[in-house]
Nanobody, 116 residues
Framework: QVQLVESGGGLVQPGGSLRLTCAAS????????MAWHRQAPGKQREPVAS???????NYADSAKGRFTISRDNAKNTVYLQMNSLKPDDTAVYYC??????????WGRGTQVTVSS
């Protein structure tokens, strides 16, 4: 089993920044890719930023130029640096781990609220 724990969410004013952290632990294989998704009230969960299995990054159009995904492989940790936050970024942010040899695992999420 794989456990994912997100942290770093909170309340921030428009234009502000937050850094989310997701730490993975448990029985994942050596080949996995981690990603961030979000779900706003009344909307479906959507991808925000991700790593591919080869280490490349992908971003949703809404995240390009403002968000940066990074990782520390030694710590099995992925980060999401979010800058220039907007009220539309308000959502629960979820970390996901896609194991090449196993399933997809999800964290419980961390709330990000962008409001003045």
């Amino acid at each position: 089993q794989v456990q994912l724990v997100e942290s770093g969410g909170g309340l921030v004013q428009p234009g502000g920044s937050l850094r989310l952290t997701c730490a993975a632990s448990g029985a994942m294989s050596r080949r996995y890719a981690m990603a961030w998704h979000r779900q706003a009230p009344g909307k479906q969960r959507e991808p925000v930023a991700s790593f591919t299995y080869s280490g490349n990054t992908n971003y949703a159009d809404s995240a390009k130029g403002r968000f940066t995904i990074s990782r520390d492989n030694a710590k099995n940790t992925v980060y999401l640096q979010m800058n220039s936050l907007k009220p539309d970024d308000t959502a629960v942010y979820y970390c996901a781990l896609n194991d090449y040899y196993g399933g997809t695992y999800w964290g419980r999420g961390t709330q990000v609220t962008v409001s003045s």
